[in-house]
């Protein structure tokens, strides 16, 4: 599977892969969303790899977990979806919106094909310093580079270049990120603040 080579769910010790990610998701899902260290306990079990700082709100979904590896300082905000079939690996200082969806799994086209049950998992990767915002979809092999910035509603298909601001279905590309863009925090509004550029932790 992680070859990315056609599998079928039920074959190889999926299932019980897939089960106890849902397992552990059922804790997480339904865990006090103050509990943080509690909350992040289940994670660092679930996810193969965390930074020290994680925080992804609740509700989240994936199929194994397992298969996922996230940097430091990544926020998931609600119903983020990861279908890790194929592996997920993200960057440090990662920001996700709302109903984010990550989909490394995928199905054959032609019916027949499709109807044998074969599925498939392509890894997808996600750089440093990344915004994926809100209702955002992430296709099977995609690859996103450092410092970019998706926009809301995006279908993103294929790579993504580092220091761009992409947007659309399809996503393109629009710009390049420069060090014009740093005294502002929307559009033309420039920050009316002095430490801005510090880090926040």
Not at 76 to 96: E, Q, S
């Amino acid at each position: 599977m992680l070859a990315g080579l056609p599998f079928k769910i039920w074959e190889d010790g999926l299932l019980d892969d897939l089960n106890r990610a849902k397992k552990l998701l059922y804790k997480y899902n339904r865990c006090d969303p103050t509990k943080w260290r509690r909350r992040k306990k289940i994670l660092t079990r679930l996810f193969a790899r965390t930074g020290e700082w994680i925080c992804v709100d609740q509700p989240f979904h994936c199929d194994f977990g397992k298969n996922i590896s996230v940097g430091e300082d990544f926020y998931a905000n609600v119903n983020c979806t990861i279908l890790d079939c194929g592996r997920v690996t993200i960057g440090d200082n990662v920001l996700f919106g709302p109903n984010v969806s990550v989909f490394t799994a995928g199905h054959p086209i032609h019916p027949e094909s499709r109807n044998s049950r074969y599925q498939y998992g392509i890894e997808v990767t996600i750089g440093n310093n990344v915004w994926i915002c809100g209702n955002v979809v992430i296709n099977p092999g995609v690859h996103i580079g450092d410092n970019v910035v998706i926009a809301s509603g995006s279908v993103v298909t294929r790579d993504v270049e580092s220091d761009s601001l992409a947007a659309g279905n399809p996503c393109r590309v629009l710009r390049k990120i420069t060090d014009d863009d740093r005294k502002y925090y929307f559009k033309r509004r420039e920050f009316d603040v002095d430490d801005y550029t510090a880090p926040s932790r």
